[in-house]
């Protein structure tokens, strides 16, 4: 999931027609990622994005607050995985490695402050009449 929406986010008409947006873009880029042009902000926008919308999906489909950091590290390992066999090689940017770190945090924080919130809820007690002896 997580890689598969990341594509999404990204306005098409803001590219140039040789770097329409598709998961290739994502993982198969061999510079660093930067703020120094509208294609290194779209991306930063693009993976933070993704990092919110995977907190959302680890408060539907997860649930538990302990669980959200494995996922969340899961998710990541797994587009690893995929960035290193598209590139054939294994990443080595440090604006990659610090725009992955950040987006993992932001997925694991904001995923348990929503299962957090869930779990607090307050269990209704009162299941009918009570009988006084």
Known sequence: ???YTLPSFLPSKELPKSQRCGIT???KRKDEVHVRD???KLIITAFVLNALVGALGLWFIVQRT???LDFSCTAHLIHLIICWYYNSHFPSAFS???LNIVCLTIMCVCGEFLCMRTELQAIPLN???KADL
């Open 127 to 129: 299941m009918g009449p």
């Open 25 to 27: 873009y994502f993982v």
């Open 96 to 98: 990659w490695w610090l």
């Open 66 to 68: 302990k669980q959200c």
């Open 1 to 3: 999931m997580h890689s």
């Open 38 to 40: 509208v294609n290194g």
